[in-house]
C-alpha cells in the first residue's frame, strides 16, 4: 500500500488528476448492478465454510486501507466528480485491486508521471549570424561548390540538429499554413511570404538569419538538396543509386557529401514531390515513373523494382547557350568554328550525333543562334529543355512538345503547314518520326536534329534503320536518297581525363550520294587517356564551298587555315619519307 501511496502522491504534486491511473471518469463509471440475493443452500454453505479466515481478514483490511485514504484525501486533491458526487466504491475498489496486482503497470505509470517533457535546445551556430553573415556563408558555398562538386551544399554541420529543427518546421506550417504548402513548391515569392510568416510567429525560429530559412523550406515545401544543386549551371546530371547521391557537371563527376542527410526516404520524399506536380503516384502498383519539371527530366524507379533501394536520375537542362563559338573551337579547331556557322546560314541539314550526356542538344542550340529572323522556325521537343523563346528571344520560333496527345510524327506534319524555313526536330527516336522528318527535308524544308549514333558516318544507316520499322523500304535508294538530302554530320565524344569529363568533335562528314562521289570526312580527332590529341582534315567539296559562298558567308579564313594544315601535313610526309 505504500507503493501505492506514493504514486498517486506523485501525481497529485503534479497536479495530474487520479483519472490518468487508470480511475472510471464520470461517463465511464457503472452504476452498481443490483443482484438477487439466492436462497443459502447447503452446498453454498459449506463453501462459505471453507474460505480460510486468513484470507478473509486481508481482503477486509485492504478494502479498510482504500476506504480510509479515500477519506483522508483533501478536497483540492479530488477530482470535479469526486467533489460533487460521491464516489461509488464497488467500481473504485475493484479498478484499485486490479492496479496493485499489476506491478508492471504501476511502475510505467511512476516512470512516466515523473518524467518531464524535455525541450531540445538548439546550439547551431547559424542562431547566432546576421542576415548579412549568413548569405555571405551561403555565396561562399555555392562558389565553392562550383570548383568542387563532392562539397556538401548544406549550411547546417549537425545533421541531427537540422532534422529536429527542420520537424519543427514542417509541424509549424502544416499546424497554420498548410494551404501554402503547394503554392511554396511551385512559387518562390510565396517562399518568401512563408518564410517571412515563420520567422514572425514561430517562436523558435526568430534568431534564424532568412538564408538559413530559406534552406530549411527548401526541405519542407521544395525540392531540398537537388534546389542547391542546379543553382550551380554546370550541373548536367543528379543521380542516387541507392546509397550514394551522384553530381556530374560539364567536367566532373563526384559523390556528393550530405553527411548522411541524404538517404532512400529522403529521395522517396523528393520522388513524391516531382510526380504531385502531375498527379501520378509513385508505389510498388506504379513503380517506374517519368516527369518532366522546369529544366529537369526525372526518371525514378520504386525500390520493390530496384532491389529494395530506390533510384532516380536527374538531367538537367539549363537557360542559356552553353556551348560558344569558342567551345567549339576547343572542342575541335578554328577551322570547324567557321564552317558551322556557314553551314547554317547556307541553309545546310545537319544532325548531331553522340552518346548520352555528351552534348547534343547544347550543340543545336548553337547551331539555331545563327538562324535570322527572317527564317522561321519550327522546333519540336520531347520533353522541353531547350527553352527556345527565352534563350532567341528575337527568332521567330514555333516551340512545340510532344504528349500522349499529340505525337512526334503529328507535330512534324502540323509543321509543314506553318510555312517555316527550318523544321528542328531536337531528337529522332522512332521510326515514325524519322519517316515525317524525312518527308519535310524531302519537301525543301531545312532541318536540324540529332540522334544516338557511334560516328557521323554511320547517321545514314541509323535513319534507314528506324524508318524501316515503321515501313519496307529498299536500302540502297533510301540510303542514297538520305545521302543526297543530308548536307552535315557532326558527331560529338566524350573521355574522362584524369578524372575530368572532356568533350570532343570526333568527327564532321560532308554526305554525298553515288552520283557526287563518296561522303568526305572533313574532320576527324582521336584523344589518348592523357588528353593529347591528333587531328586530320579535308577540304569540303567544290559545290559545297560554292554553296557557302553564294550564302555570303566569308571563307577567306578557312581557306588560311586549309592552307597552313596542308603545308603542316606535306612538310610531316617529307620528314617521314
Not at 297 to 315: K, L, Q
Request: charged share 30%; glycine share 4%; net charge negative.
Amino acid at each position: 500500500m505504500p507503493k501505492l501511496k506514493s504514486l498517486l502522491k506523485v501525481k497529485r504534486d503534479d497536479e495530474l488528476p487520479l483519472l490518468s491511473i487508470g480511475l472510471p471518469t464520470k461517463k465511464e463509471r457503472v452504476k452498481p448492478v443490483k443482484v438477487e440475493k439466492k436462497k443459502r443452500t447447503m452446498e453454498t454453505e459449506t463453501a462459505v465454510r471453507k474460505v480460510p479466515k486468513e484470507k478473509k481478514k486481508k481482503e477486509v483490511v485492504k478494502k479498510k486501507k482504500i476506504k480510509d485514504y479515500f477519506v483522508s484525501q483533501p478536497v483540492s486533491s479530488l477530482s470535479s466528480v469526486q467533489k460533487n458526487k460521491k464516489v461509488t466504491e464497488e467500481p473504485l475498489e475493484e479498478e484499485l485491486e486490479r492496479i496493485i496486482d499489476d506491478s508492471s503497470f504501476i511502475d510505467t505509470l511512476k516512470e512516466e508521471a515523473q518524467r518531464q517533457p524535455v525541450r531540445r535546445v538548439w546550439t547551431s551556430n547559424l542562431l547566432k549570424m546576421s542576415d548579412k553573415e549568413a548569405q555571405q556563408l551561403r555565396d561562399r558555398m555555392d562558389a565553392e561548390f562550383k570548383n568542387d562538386i563532392a562539397l556538401d551544399t548544406s549550411l547546417f554541420d549537425n545533421k541531427e540538429e537540422k532534422r529536429q529543427i527542420l520537424k519543427y518546421v514542417d509541424q509549424f506550417i502544416y499546424s497554420y499554413y498548410a494551404s501554402w504548402k503547394l503554392e511554396a513548391f511551385y512559387d518562390l515569392n510565396i517562399r518568401t511570404q512563408l518564410r517571412d510568416k515563420l520567422k514572425k510567429e514561430a517562436p523558435r525560429l526568430k534568431k534564424f538569419p532568412n538564408a538559413v530559412l530559406d534552406e530549411l523550406l527548401e526541405e519542407s515545401v521544395g525540392l531540398g538538396v537537388i534546389e542547391r544543386l542546379i543553382r550551380n549551371e554546370t550541373i548536367s546530371d543528379i543521380g542516387y543509386n541507392g546509397t550514394q547521391l551522384i553530381v556530374e557537371s560539364n567536367e566532373q563527376k563526384e559523390i556528393n557529401e550530405t553527411g548522411g542527410f541524404v538517404d532512400s526516404d529522403y529521395i522517396h520524399r523528393l520522388i513524391n514531390n516531382f510526380v504531385s506536380t502531375i498527379g501520378k503516384e509513385f508505389n510498388s502498383t506504379n513503380p517506374v515513373t517519368d516527369v518532366v519539371y522546369k529544366n529537369m527530366r526525372v526518371n525514378a524507379v520504386h525500390e520493390n523494382s530496384a532491389n529494395g533501394a530506390v533510384t532516380i536520375s536527374i538531367r538537367v537542362s539549363h537557360t542559356g547557350i552553353m556551348v560558344t563559338n569558342k567551345v567549339v573551337e576547343e572542342m575541335s579547331n578554328e577551322a570547324m568554328t567557321i564552317l558551322f556557322e556557314a553551314f547554317v546560314l547556307a541553309k545546310c541539314n545537319i544532325v548531331v550525333c553522340g552518346e548520352t550526356g555528351s552534348g547534343k542538344t547544347e550543340m543545336t542550340k548553337h547551331l539555331l543562334s545563327f538562324i535570322p529572323f527572317t527564317q522561321k522556325i519550327c522546333l519540336i521537343e520531347d520533353v522541353s529543355e531547350m527553352h527556345a523563346k527565352e534563350i532567341f528571344p528575337n527568332a521567330d520560333i514555333n516551340s512545340w512538345v510532344v504528349t500522349r496527345s499529340a505525337s512526334a510524327d503529328e507535330l512534324l506534319k502540323a509543321s509543314l503547314r506553318n510555312n517555316p524555313t527550318w523544321v528542328v526536330v531536337t531528337e529522332l527516336r522512332g521510326g515514325d518520326e524519322a519517316n515525317e522528318w524525312l518527308q519535310a527535308i524531302r519537301s525543301d524544308h531545312k532541318s536540324i536534329t540529332s540522334l544516338h549514333s557511334d560516328s557521323a558516318l554511320s547517321i545514314p544507316n541509323r535513319i534507314m534503320g528506324m524508318i524501316g520499322e515503321v515501313r519496307n523500304v529498299q536500302e540502297d535508294r533510301i540510303e542514297n536518297e538520305i545521302k543526297r538530302l543530308l548536307n552535315i554530320g557532326i558527331h560529338i565524344n566524350v573521355e574522362w581525363i584524369h578524372g575530368r569529363k572532356v568533350r570532343y568533335i570526333a568527327d564532321v562528314v560532308e554526305f554525298r550520294n553515288k552520283e557526287q562521289g563518296d561522303s568526305i570526312t572533313l574532320f576527324t580527332q582521336e584523344m589518348d587517356k592523357d588528353g593529347n590529341r591528333s587531328i586530320k582534315m579535308n577540304r569540303i567539296s567544290s559545290k559545297l564551298h560554292k554553296t557557302l559562298e553564294l550564302s555570303g558567308f566569308d571563307l577567306s579564313r578557312y581557306d588560311e587555315l586549309m592552307d597552313e594544315y596542308e603545308q603542316l601535313e606535306n612538310n610531316y610526309e617529307q620528314e617521314e619519307a
